[in-house]
């Protein structure tokens, strides 16, 4: 399988400077707070390390999911692999052209589609039709290019209709459609079903594997959902603080994480330091505690995933440091075998919000 991207220690510094003064907080405006830093010698320069020796290849006709928490550096890179930004260190070459040399030819090659979030391109006054026939001038295409996107992505029965009047997933097939009509080998998505419904996500997907299938199209995939990810992706890779910190097929990053199981706990009334406790108890490999809300005296609810070798061995163990020890209240168990997310949360489990390993 031939190569489409290759990319080989990568990393993207960026540099941004910061005010110190002691008037900062009554400084709000940029230029401001940049006049006073100069005035008074106190703005610093600080670096930000986006991605740090980062290294994967794509083969062609993959389906490559990159993975990790917020800031985590995925859309750092879709915008290197689109062409629109230059790494400061490493070599990148997609479709077999030098980023760092040929980042305008690579723009011009590669679709980038973002979520409705980002898509800042859309004119919400103007039709669907018209929206891609100005894309379509712009990117030199020819007007039936427009027709056959339109038809691909099933949006022919809405082309004359204003896009302000759409439901949000059929922006998102607008969206789409737009990265289609530069009829590209390789197809960047960064997290394109950000805010559209769950029901649409699983039309969305089966849109995704026809793009792939039917057109064989390579496709670079940005999630922060697990499902998704493993559903669609032949292989994927998981970012944390700008390290690709894993990568491979999902079934085999799975198995990686040997026979074990793992025991879902939801509670209430449960302290921040019982993830601590239950990490002590023999047979216990992961815990990560995604709380939604506590209280004046921090006392949480929300999830607890524990993964252990042996889940009728370890349960009883569990229960007792809950509820004997913590007085916790312990409202659902559930028990099941690992999948993506216990990958990924085995990888990045500091992230905030969330206690682990």
């Not at 097939?173 to 530069?182: D, E, M, P, S, Y």
Request: neutral net charge; proline residues 2%.
């Amino acid at each position: 399988m031939s190569s489409v991207v290759e990319v080989c220690d990568l990393t993207m510094v960026f540099e941004k400077k910061v005010y110190r003064g002691l008037w900062s907080f009554q400084a709000p405006y940029m230029l401001f707070r940049d006049f006073i830093g100069r005035l008074t010698g106190s703005t610093v320069v600080e670096r930000v390390v986006a991605l740090d020796g980062v290294s994967f290849k794509v083969g062609r006709g993959e389906i490559f999911g990159v993975l990790g928490p917020n800031g985590s550096g995925k859309s750092t890179l879709l915008k290197i692999l689109a062409g629109l930004l230059i790494p400061t260190g490493g070599s990148v070459f997609v479709l077999g052209y030098d980023v760092s040399r040929e980042s305008a030819v690579v723009a011009r090659k590669v679709s980038l589609i973002t979520s409705i979030v980002g898509a800042a391109f859309i004119v919400w006054s103007l039709s669907v039709r018209r929206n891609l026939e100005l894309l379509a001038e712009l990117y030199g295409v020819s007007k039936s290019r427009v027709d056959e996107v339109l038809s691909f992505t099933g949006l022919r029965e809405v082309e004359d209709t204003r896009v302000g009047f759409l439901s949000t997933g059929t922006v998102a097939r607008l969206i789409v459609a737009a990265g289609l009509l530069k009829n590209s080998e390789l197809l960047l998505m960064d997290e394109p079903m950000m805010g559209v419904s769950a029901e649409f996500a699983v039309k969305f997907r089966g849109l995704v594997r026809r793009l792939n299938r039917e057109l064989g199209t390579t496709i670079i995939y940005a999630t922060n959902n697990l499902v998704e990810a493993q559903e669609l992706c032949d292989r994927v890779a998981i970012l944390d603080r700008g390290k690709l910190v894993v990568c491979g097929r999902p079934e085999d990053l799975i198995k990686s994480l040997g026979k074990s199981e793992v025991i879902e706990v939801e509670v209430a009334n449960a302290r921040e330091d019982i993830v601590e406790k239950l990490k002590e108890l023999d047979g216990v490999v992961d815990v990560n505690f995604e709380w939604s809300d506590s209280d004046a005296l921090r006392m949480y609810k929300g999830n607890l995933r524990i993964r252990v070798w042996n889940a009728r061995e370890v349960l009883p163990r569990i229960l007792e440091v809950l509820i004997r020890r913590f007085d916790a209240e312990v409202r659902s168990i559930e028990v099941f075998k690992p999948n993506l997310l216990d990958v990924f949360l085995h990888y990045t489990s500091h992230v905030e919000g969330r206690e682990g390993r």
